[in-house]
């Protein structure tokens, strides 16, 4: 994250570079001559220093831009970070919601299995054996349903009657 002491040493470059401008706005609209500077040769003693401030403006922007540069890619780091932080938190969630879901279908199943209703048969045998002419063979059975489940079972009926094979 960003120290605290940045963001006042970059605003201290920006109101620096504004009264470097200010200052040479001033400089050209005044010209050396009115400010008490002489010609030495063909070069101004004003020019000179207007160039040499103009150099030292340029300075200082370079020194704000890289300042601003540095922070921008620290803020972008972290927003990089926040990201994938984010991605992998999403992950989890959608894994965790899985999970939920598999539970859910195993708990469902479970309350099924676990209120199904169970039938047991009982068989008795009600009349002996008797074999037809032609090889016919029959007895008197019955079957008898009886519900050994938690629940009820419907449409479940006893039927007494004669097998033949």
Do not use: C, Y
């Amino acid at each position: 994250m960003l120290k605290d002491r940045e963001p006042r040493f970059v605003l201290g470059l920006v109101v620096a570079t504004a009264a470097w401008v200010w200052l040479f706005a001033l400089l050209s609209s005044l010209g050396p001559s009115s400010i008490g500077l002489e010609k030495t040769g063909d070069v101004e003693k004003g020019t000179l220093f207007v160039t040499f401030a103009m150099m030292l403006t340029g300075i200082v922007q370079a020194i704000l831009f890289l300042s601003q540069l540095r922070i921008m890619n620290q803020s972008l780091n972290d927003t990089k970070t926040t990201a994938e932080a984010t991605k992998i938190s999403a992950e989890a969630a959608k894994d965790a919601a899985h999970a939920a879901q598999d539970q859910a279908e195993t708990a469902r199943r479970a309350l099924v299995a676990a209120n199904r209703p169970w039938v047991a048969v009982a068989i008795d045998i009600v009349e002996p054996l008797l074999i037809m002419p032609g090889g016919a063979a029959g007895n008197g059975v019955s079957f008898m349903s009886v519900g050994v489940g938690v629940s009820n079972r419907a449409g479940v009926f006893s039927h007494t009657g004669t097998a033949s094979s």
